[in-house]
């Protein structure tokens, strides 16, 4: 292993490529690749890889991006691929189709901005417009998280009881583009925490079958409840592959949740992605002044982690959510999501949504520090806070 300094972007090129690399042995790899503002390096990144074994096709448009590698997969390749912002939206179709296949492919998705108007910076709603699609969702906060989870994501969609495609995301700019040290672990140690894919349902010569056929009702459903059982065994293999992690790489990869100073907390910010660094800060500043306060960061959005959630939260009287996303007339996803959680389990907990830093807008401390005396404040929950970056 090496550390080096390197950005988010070559990180998670450098993740899908060596990911890629291990299944040499078994029906190697494919991408599908095509451009766009702020992920273009990451597939650049994967063209220039010296692969033993792979096809990188480079293609027309983002949904050939990912039809190429949908037929990877059936296939029994590796596949994996990255996007961003209108170009997920235009993959959006294909995106269904892999999920609906159970096929275990990877994308690295840059959060940027939907437009028009046009605006490349971050912003969440590009991969939480696909929140209803069955496929496994990760924010990730940090270079190093956006390298590990990528790995991680492999054997999860990989294994035989979840085979469901997974997403890693990152902030555009703040993560993709920003340096940073970065344990970059080398070809045999990935070959080792990452098994040769063997995809039970592939296309073989000797066994024709055909897809995504016309079906009556009642097996439509049943796949539909198969991938639900699928999602519901995810927080079990999650366990399994991070203890994997740590035994091979030594290092802890994190879980669906992350947190800090909740054991007691009468107040917990819920935040996700790099908004959490600066609220961590704040945080840890708060609870040396000796006010109860905690963060909870959600790394894995879908399946949502409802029951790590509530146990965070426990001690809570208050709970403030900062949405880098919006759907419209409604408020932040992740705000929905934490209301849904405690519905029917906790009557006594005021749940404020605050939207802040959509559309690339600066989180700054001295907002995190506005949101706190906002919420400490509140004696009744009001429509989501709109946070403008001053």
């Not at 699609?133 to 998280?145: G, H, T």
């Not at 992740?334 to 404020?352: C, I, M, N, P, S």
Request: proline share 5%.
């Amino acid at each position: 292993m090496s550390i080096e300094v390197v950005s988010g972007n070559h990180a998670a090129g450098y993740a899908l490529s060596v990911a890629g690399e291990a299944n040499r042995g078994a029906r190697g790899a494919s991408c599908g690749i095509y451009p766009i503002t702020p992920q273009t390096e990451i597939v650049e990144y994967v063209a220039s890889f010296p692969f033993h074994k792979s096809r990188v096709v480079p293609v027309e448009s983002e949904h050939s991006a990912m039809a190429v590698s949908i037929g990877a997969s059936l296939a029994g390749a590796r596949a994996f691929t990255a996007s961003s912002s209108n170009g997920i939206a235009y993959m959006v179709e294909n995106i269904m189709v892999a999920g609906y296949y159970r096929l275990p492919i990877v994308m690295v998705a840059v959060n940027r901005t939907l437009g028009p108007p046009w605006n490349i910076w971050a912003d969440q709603g590009d991969t939480l417009m696909l929140r209803d699609f069955p496929w496994i969702q990760f924010y990730c906060e940090s270079n190093q998280e956006v390298l590990d989870t990528t790995l991680l994501a492999f054997r999860l969609a990989e294994d035989h009881r979840i085979l469901l495609p997974a997403l890693v995301a990152m902030d555009a700019f703040i993560v993709s583009h920003t340096q940073a040290e970065t344990v970059l672990p080398d070809q045999p140690t990935v070959d080792r925490y990452l098994p040769e894919l063997d995809l039970p349902h592939r296309l073989r010569h000797e066994d024709p079958k055909t897809l995504g056929g016309l079906v009556w009702p009642e097996v439509a459903m049943s796949l539909r409840q198969e991938i639900d059982e699928a999602m519901g065994r995810v927080d079990e293999v999650l366990a399994e592959c991070r203890t994997a992690f740590v035994d091979v790489f030594d290092r802890d990869p994190g879980g669906a949740v992350e947190t800090l100073g909740t054991e007691d907390a009468e107040i917990v910010i819920i935040a996700s992605s790099s908004i959490a660094t600066t609220v961590r800060e704040i945080v840890k500043q708060r609870r040396r002044a000796g006010e109860k306060i905690g963060l909870v960061k959600i790394k894995m959005f879908r399946p949502f982690p409802e029951q790590a959630l509530r146990e965070a939260c426990r001690t809570a009287r208050k709970v403030a959510i900062l949405d880098r996303n919006y759907a419209a007339g409604v408020g932040g996803v992740f705000w929905q999501e934490t209301k849904a959680a405690f519905q029917g389990h906790r009557d006594d907990l005021l749940v404020q949504n605050y939207l802040t830093g959509l559309c690339g807008g600066d989180v700054t401390p001295a907002m995190v520090e506005e949101i706190i005396a906002d919420v400490i404040a509140r004696s009744a929950e009001t429509k989501p806070v709109w946070m403008a970056t001053q």
